[in-house]
T-cell receptor, first 112, second 113 residues
């Protein structure tokens, strides 16, 4: 099974600023994903992070707002840009292992 | 794209009773259906999964059934215990292509001692 370390675990940010969230996997994985989870809600897929190419974004999410990097098979970052209070949420990364998907512990973001 | 619906949104059972959570999916090409348990403030953890070539799978007190024709699958927890209290999410994906998980809306399960 894969172990994913995600940081920061939480942050409080001023509106208009940006935050970059990092995920490190302890083994090489082909597929990584970024999700958003509003308090008390389900997980919504933001994008698929592809190694060596641009991320693939889901409907309602755009690269200018959520730029993603995937420099190698063990690491990815998600940036939440020009934040507003509506971006307050939990952001989770996920990696696809051989038999199942694993999740990071999440980043609880509060925008004030 | 895929759409997953989950019911009920909340479920309260007496300790020792059974709990059943149901999900339907829209994309007939989906072939992998995991169930995740999420405790408060924690990451989702896989508890059981089923692939489209199987109709039922069991793991101790937990079982999942899949009806491909009707495009629905269910989670069954028997002999519930207070530590089963959590939010449960179903999901669907195409495991041989995109691998992305589309989640249901979640079920908050409360097991009363």
């Amino acid at each position: 099974s894969a172990v994913i370390s995600q940081k920061p675990s939480r942050d409080i940010c001023q509106r208009g600023t940006s935050l970059t969230i990092q995920c490190q996997v302890d083994s090489q994985v082909t597929m990584m994903f970024w999700y958003r989870q509003q308090p008390g809600q389900s997980l919504t897929l933001i994008a698929t992070a592809n190694q060596g190419s641009e991320a693939t974004y889901e409907s309602g999410f755009v690269i200018d707002k959520f730029p993603i990097s995937r420099p190698n098979l063990t690491f990815s970052t998600l940036t939440v840009s020009n934040m507003s209070p509506e971006d307050s949420s939990i952001y989770l990364c996920s990696a696809e292992g051989n038999t199942e998907a694993f999740f990071g512990q999440g980043t609880r973001l509060t925008v004030v | 794209g895929e759409n997953v619906e989950q019911h009920p949104s909340t479920l309260s059972v007496q300790e020792g009773d059974s709990a059943v959570i149901k999900c339907t999916y829209s994309d007939s090409a989906s072939n992998y259906f995991p169930w995740y348990k999420q405790e408060l403030g924690k990451r989702p953890q896989l508890i059981i999964d089923i692939r489209s070539n199987v109709g039922e799978k069991k793991d101790q007190r937990i079982a999942v059934t899949l009806n491909k024709t009707a495009k629905h699958f269910s989670l069954h927890i028997t002999e519930t215990q207070p530590e089963d209290s959590a939010v449960y999410f179903c999901a669907a994906s195409k495991r041989d292509s995109s691998y992305k998980l589309i989640f249901g809306s979640g079920t908050r399960l409360l097991v009363r001692p």
